[in-house]
């Protein structure tokens, strides 16, 4: 038909519109993990506490747990630390502490300060366990399954919705079966 | 008082605007002679109150008023006073009076300068740009307003950001908009002519000065923003296929694609249809960028405010404005006659598919710049689309539009014959390859890519000397739009020639130097004398110092510097250039090293790389020139014709 | 002349003392260069807007430094890019994957290019076949001829 043609632009506009209005709702700068579904990648590191043996990710085996990227030199982490605090303290799952690029003082002071949640906390001074995590804004958090599987990743601090709504169940879910 | 003048200032705008909007467009559907008469006074009432209001904003940076909200964010009292006044349009507030100013502007242009064309269609036009200058109102008042306040006022300002303290962008974004927004006028006139039901070959005759002009304004305004890039962003960069660089560049395609398609539609008055729709499809482009920098829905280097509530409110305004045109074209344009004849060969027909290229060109920019978000919304995960895809899909298309380039000036009208057309071009096919080999032979070597590129610039030269050898002995008559499409043709060659010699025979190293050291590259000498501290109006500096030789001979003296502006602490790095006809010297200061006793310091040599502006320049000359052609201008005794037929229609 | 001699050797000493011929700030140019080319087609995930190879985060450097590791080991360009896609997704790519939901962006051009050349043709030809009365009358001004 002759006419219908001509209402094509505006056919295509429409669907445009449509995406673009989609759009307003997502974040372009939000990153999704290629890990989620895939094993959690393999690491031995020294623990922050000189004393403790070296942690690996075998070691977790068996265990829903839950891995928390943190520094120092962070300023975000800190405003996630209480929840995370609180979150410990409720003993649900154990949180490992992966300490990314960091010097072992100030480390160790920051953690003596603000309080330290962590059951353990593995020492990545340069960064390539952190790499392998395909970390890349610090805080982030992933939680792991029993089989060692990465089922959920947090970029950014963590808050009480995201713990709420999206881990807590998450956990509940993982730690049935 | 000052910012409150400027926001009864915009007030009363948006009251001449609703105006300007309804009672002219009311006048020339039902045929009253005075309403449309108000169109004109409307528009010059609108702009003085618009530039009022615009210097209100600048008064208030000038003033150092932090009690001004977006002063206080985007100014301080010891940034330079040129700072100051390019502040005014450094964030998403006032960009918007900008881009308002500009529109302000344009109406003003066409009520001054539109003695020949029919009452009804003048009114029209203005009123659709009133309607334009409404949403912008709105949008400002209602969310982005400038002249919002902020008691107690703030001690000093946040400072503008220092990559914006800069010449270049100073110049960048009006050169911009008034590209940008000076379709709006085409746009206008596509409208006024589907609401009015006649489109002719004179339709197109009044719209190419109003579309060349503002493709010029444009021209420059890319330009500018991609030199700025060049020159401060410290590699050497030019273009990055950004979004908000793509949101730019695609209304520029729709614009080149425009002023040739209208070339069509004035000869013989065919295509109108199409010619039509990409005047929508070009301010379209304009608006979408609006809403690209501003709603956060793509990441950018460039992105003003993502905010997605005012997203939102650009995005239905966007909805409004084009669906409605789009809509008006659905239901008027197959009304359109088929104007008058021209073979399948035909310059007609190689202006038509140099169209076809361009707008596959823009189409493809567009599904670049949006398919993150198009996989992103359907749940297919998150992609990156950059360069690499961008420089793939685009050259390819450019190849046969150059060729096109060459070819059609030298079609005839109405109908050509290709073999005859190849023998005319025969000598500047041969002579092109052979410069393009000889050429690449002496920057430094040969390949495929580099001949094809040379080519293209070769090929363009050697077509327009053949066009000028035909019409030896009417050199001294030849029509503007004539010399103007060859000027502009010209800075297309050029263009493609700096951009061949800068991508395929720069020079780079990345060395370490302590004081005293030289390196040698492509033929220069460059001997590095150290660094030592600076202090600029607002900023710290470690500055550098080079001295370049040729032959033995000292040819340049290069001060690269690493600045803290101490307001905002941010760090930036500012490359020393020296410029030439046919190179620039480039050179940027890394880090330290060795404890502070050695730099690492980039050098560059850059073949031909002003020639992509130059390029640049020449194109936006040639459409200034084309569209100043006797021509366009006022003929009297016409437009008082056109009036009294007019005023029945 | 003799002095004179001396005189030039002394000024010739004198400025080779301090000057040297400043070495790459690379160990490696090559393996640099090639390092430079891959991350020039990768996304900075921290300055998202900026490729790894121009990026000064700390996670560039760190990422340059480990594809430098990982070409230095004799890793081809390919297992290298597998190896960042692998922790961060296609997302880091700036020359996005063929696959079945990108063949819209890699084959979309070219289909458009064919069918935007195809309506022409087809249009023009169609116009072509057409009586003379479904054209307007053709208002030429000879003058205008030779005008764009």
């Known amino acids: 038909m002759k006419g219908l043609r001509f209402a094509l632009p505006l056919a295509l506009f429409a669907a445009l519109v449509f995406f673009l209005w989609r759009g307003l709702s997502l974040d372009p700068r939000e990153v999704p993990s290629p890990l989620i579904g895939k094993p959690a990648p393999a690491f031995a590191l020294a623990q922050l506490d000189d004393a403790a043996p070296t942690l690996r990710r075998d070691d977790m085996l068996g265990k829903v747990w839950v891995l928390n990227v943190w520094a120092s030199w962070c300023t975000a982490c800190r405003e996630e630390h209480a929840l995370l605090l609180a979150f410990s303290g409720a003993g649900i799952v154990p949180i490992v502490g992966l300490d990314y690029k960091d010097t072992q003082p100030e480390a160790q002071a920051w953690l003596a300060r603000f309080g330290n949640p962590y059951t353990a906390t593995a020492f990545d001074g340069d960064g390539r366990v952190g790499i392998d995590f395909g970390v890349y804004g610090v805080p982030e958090t992933f939680v792991i399954d029993r089989r060692g599987v990465v089922r959920f990743k947090q970029v950014g601090p963590l808050t009480p919705q995201v713990l709420e709504q999206r881990i807590l169940p998450l956990l509940k879910e993982l730690s049935r079966g | 008082m000052i910012p409150q003048l400027g926001q009864a200032a915009l007030l009363l705008a948006l009251a001449v605007a609703l105006l300007?909007?309804?009672?002219?467009l009311a006048g020339a559907t039902l045929g009253r002679p005075r309403w449309m008469a108000l169109a004109r006074p409307l528009a010059r009432l609108h702009f003085a109150l618009v530039v009022a209001a615009f210097g209100c904003l600048a008064a208030s940076f000038v003033r150092n008023d932090f009690s001004v909200l977006y002063v206080a964010v985007n100014s301080n009292s010891t940034l330079p006073l040129g700072y100051r006044l390019a502040g005014v349009w450094g964030g998403h507030e006032g960009s918007l009076l900008l881009w308002l100013t500009m529109l302000a502007g344009w109406m003003l242009a066409v009520a001054q300068f539109s003695r020949q064309l029919p009452e009804a269609f003048v009114a029209r036009v203005l009123a659709v740009m009133g309607w334009i200058s409404i949403g912008f109102l709105l949008f400002m008042l209602l969310s982005s307003n400038p002249f919002e306040r902020v008691f107690p006022p703030p001690p000093d300002g946040n400072d503008l950001n220092p990559l914006l303290q800069d010449p270049g962008m100073v110049a960048h974004p009006p050169m911009l908009y008034m590209g940008y927004v000076g379709f709006s006028v085409a746009f206008a006139f596509a409208v006024a002519a589907l609401l009015g039901g006649t489109l002719d070959a004179a339709w197109a005759r009044w719209t190419r000065p109003w579309t060349t002009a503002a493709w010029a304004c444009l021209t420059i305004g890319i330009m500018l923003g991609s030199l700025w890039a060049y020159?401060?962003?410290?590699?050497?960069?030019?273009?990055?296929?950004?979004?908000?660089?793509?949101?730019?560049?695609?209304?520029?395609?729709?614009?080149?694609?425009?002023?040739?398609?209208?070339?069509?539609t004035e000869k013989r008055g065919a295509f109108k249809s199409w010619t039509v729709l990409l005047a929508i499809v070009a301010?379209?482009?304009?608006?979408?960028?609006?809403?690209?920098?501003?709603?956060?829905?793509?990441?950018s280097v460039h992105a003003f405010a993502t905010d997605p509530k005012r997203g939102l409110i650009i995005l239905v305004f966007l909805a409004i404005v084009i669906g409605g045109s789009l809509a008006l074209y659905a239901w008027r344009a197959?009304?359109?006659?088929?104007?008058?004849?021209?073979?399948?060969?035909?310059?007609e027909s190689m202006l038509l598919a140099n169209n076809v290229l361009l707008v596959v060109a823009m189409l493809s920019v567009l599904l670049g710049t949006l398919y993150p978000l198009l996989l992103d919304a359907l749940g297919q995960g998150k992609l990156s689309v950059g360069p690499p895809y961008f420089d793939t899909v685009f050259v390819p298309l450019m190849v046969p539009a150059v060729l096109l380039l060459g070819l059609g000036p030298l079609a005839k009208w109405k109908q050509a014959a290709l073999p005859e057309l190849a023998h005319r071009l025969r000598w500047a096919a041969v002579a092109s390859i052979a410069a393009a080999l000889i050429a690449g032979a002496w920057a430094g070597h040969i390949s495929a890519g580099t001949t094809l590129g040379l080519w293209m610039a070769f090929w363009i030269v050697a077509s327009i000397a053949v066009d000028l050898w035909q019409r030896r002995g009417q050199w001294q008559a030849l029509p503007r739009a004539m010399v103007g499409m060859l000027v502009a043709h010209l800075g297309v060659a050029a263009f493609a020639f700096g951009i061949s010699m800068v991508k395929s025979y720069e020079a780079e190293r990345d060395v370490k130097m302590a004081p005293g050291d030289t390196a040698e590259l492509a033929g220069h000498v460059f001997a590095f004398r150290g660094v030592r501290e600076m202090q600029g109006p607002n900023y710290d500096a470690l500055q550098g110092l080079l001295e370049v030789s040729r032959g033995g001979t000292l040819v340049a003296t290069l001060r690269p510097e690493k600045r803290i502006y101490r307001v905002q602490q941010t760090p930036t790095t500012e490359a020393a250039i020296s410029p030439g006809p046919v190179r620039d010297l480039y050179v940027s200061l890394g880090e330290p090293v060795d404890q502070g006793r050695a730099w690492i310091v980039r050098l560059y040599v850059k073949p031909f790389v002003d020639w992509i502006w130059g390029g640049c320049v020449l194109m936006a000359l040639g459409g200034a020139i084309a569209a100043s052609d006797r021509r366009y201008r006022a003929r009297r005794r016409e437009s008082q014709a056109g009036v009294i037929a007019e005023a029945g229609a | 002349m003799a002095r004179r001699l001396v005189a030039m050797l002394l000024c010739l000493a004198a400025l080779c003392a301090g000057a040297a011929e400043a070495p790459p700030a690379a160990a490696d140019p090559a393996l640099e260069a090639r390092m430079l080319r891959i991350a020039a087609e990768l996304r900075c995930l921290v300055c998202q807007n900026q490729t790894l190879a121009d990026s000064n985060a700390a996670l560039a450097v760190d990422l340059r430094e480990q594809l430098r590791t990982m070409l230095r080991q004799g890793r081809s360009e390919a297992q290298v890019l597998q190896y960042m896609t692998d922790r961060y997704g296609d997302f880091v790519r700036y020359r996005p994957p063929v696959q079945p939901r990108t063949w819209l962006l890699w084959f979309g051009p070219a289909v458009l290019l064919a069918a935007g050349l195809g309506a022409l043709s087809l249009v023009l030809r169609r116009r072509s076949r057409l009586a003379d009365a479904a054209f307007e009358p053709d208002n030429d001004n000879p003058a205008e001829e030779g005008n764009p």
Request: glycine share 14%; charged share 5%; aromatic share 16%.
């Open chain 2, 20 to 24: 300007a909007g309804t009672v002219p």
């Open chain 2, 283 to 299: 301010f379209s482009l304009s608006l979408l960028g609006t809403f690209i920098v501003r709603s956060g829905v793509l990441s």
């Open chain 2, 231 to 264: 020159y401060v962003l410290g590699w050497g960069g030019w273009w990055f296929w950004d979004p908000v660089e793509n949101a730019s560049f695609m209304p520029w395609l729709a614009g080149t694609a425009l002023i040739h398609s209208l070339a069509v």
């Open chain 2, 334 to 347: 197959p009304t359109l006659g088929l104007g008058s004849r021209f073979g399948v060969v035909s310059r």
